[in-house]
């Protein structure tokens, strides 16, 4: 059973353009979700959390939606850059930041 | 952020035999955490390594299968036993500390069973 589903395996868009990157959770539990970014050969680099007293977190060119009641959360991307190219996993929590339930991952490719 | 150096960065192994990963962290972290990630498929938490005592494993994986040491709050190894083509992954160390919002990782062991 995947508790943490992220729907598309891949996303292209331009430089400049927005990256929405989607994200689908089953677990009424979870209270804590996450975005990494990974590139090959590394291990995944976190970007940014939201708990789940809060619908919307921003750092830079990252902000995070959650929406409970739909139980998904979206991360955005402005303007996207060709160094942001690379899998992004969707991950959650019902511990707070201990124990986490990835989603599938989506590899996000941004052309110049 | 912790920095986390993952030993092997890979390696080829033959059926049978197994194989042990070490985690080194530059700091004191509460939590080291193992994953696994097998070809094309999410990240999938295999134990919590506890310090000084045996670590907590999730449903599906055993510790005759994946035995786990963690001697002190900077280090911890995994060890992948009797190896079949299907422990063919990617293993990931993580850690995390009380009060920090993130958790981070390794870079990696990526383990071919040959």
């Known amino acids: 059973d995947q508790q943490v589903k992220q729907n598309s395996p891949s996303l292209s868009v331009q430089e400049g353009r927005i990256s929405i990157l989607n994200c689908d959770y089953t677990n009424s539990m979870f209270d804590y979700f996450l975005w990494y970014k990974k590139y090959p050969a590394e291990g995944p680099t976190f970007l940014i959390s939201?708990?789940?007293?809060?619908d919307k977190n921003e750092d830079g060119r990252f902000t995070v939606f959650l929406n409970k009641s739909a139980k998904h959360l979206s991360l955005h991307i402005v303007p996207s850059q060709p160094g942001d190219s690379a899998v992004y996993f969707c991950?959650?929590?019902?511990?707070?930041?201990?124990?986490?339930?990835f989603g599938t991952g989506t590899r996000l490719l941004v052309s110049p | 952020s912790a920095v986390i150096s993952q030993k092997p960065s890979r390696d080829i192994c033959q059926r049978g035999t197994s194989l042990t990963i070490q985690c080194q962290v530059d700091?004191?972290?509460?939590?080291m955490f193992w994953y696994r990630q097998q070809p094309g498929q999410s990240l999938t938490l295999i134990a919590t390594a506890n310090q000084g005592s045996e670590a907590t494993y999730e449903s599906g994986f055993v510790i005759d299968k994946f035995p786990i040491s963690r001697p002190n709050l900077t280090f911890s190894t995994l060890t992948v036993s009797n190896l079949s083509p299907e422990d063919s992954s990617i293993y990931l160390c993580?850690?995390?500390?009380?009060?920090?919002?993130?958790?981070?990782f390794g870079q990696g062991t990526r383990l071919t069973v040959v």
């Open positions: 993580s850690v995390a500390s009380a009060g920090n919002t993130e958790a981070f």
């Open positions: 939201i708990s789940s007293i809060k």
């Open positions: 991950a959650a929590s019902a511990q707070g930041f201990q124990k986490l339930v």
């Open positions: 700091s004191q972290v509460t939590m």
